[in-house]
């Protein structure tokens, strides 16, 4: 979402693509990085709603979103198909049978 950058920022005269960090519901600023103030609630509900969110940047194998925690969890394959290794409760990951097959079998090699 296009916004205005904090007062004293001058980085692209101050208008700024801006993303939400979802666990923290704080604005931050793609040029400069810094938290930006003054950010209506409403504001960010429409950038969760259209998916403009900050999102951390994933360097394992076989990390995939879970559907349930929203989360991008590491996963592995149970007795009942595709689970994140770290979800509480019920998971709900989307994979194809290859890359479930490929989990089991290299799955050990990257822990």
């Keep these: 979402m296009i916004v205005n ?12 693509n801006a993303r939400l960090n979802l666990d923290t519901r704080e604005v931050i600023c793609d040029v400069c990085g810094d ?6 609630d ?22 995939f979103n879970c559907r349930e925690c929203k989360k991008d969890v590491k996963t592995t394959i149970g ?9 509480d409760g019920e998971c709900s990951i989307n994979i194809s049978e290859e890359m479930a097959n490929a989990i089991k079998e290299y799955g050990s090699e990257y822990e």
């Design 5 to 16: 950058c904090n007062k004293g920022c001058y980085i692209n005269n101050g208008t700024t």
């Design 35 to 40: 938290n930006i103030n003054d950010i209506s």
């Design 42 to 63: 409403f504001a960010k509900n429409c950038m969760e709603f259209n998916n403009d969110v900050f999102k951390e940047k994933s360097i394992s194998s076989f990390v």
């Design 79 to 87: 007795e009942f198909g595709p689970r994140g290794m770290h979800c």
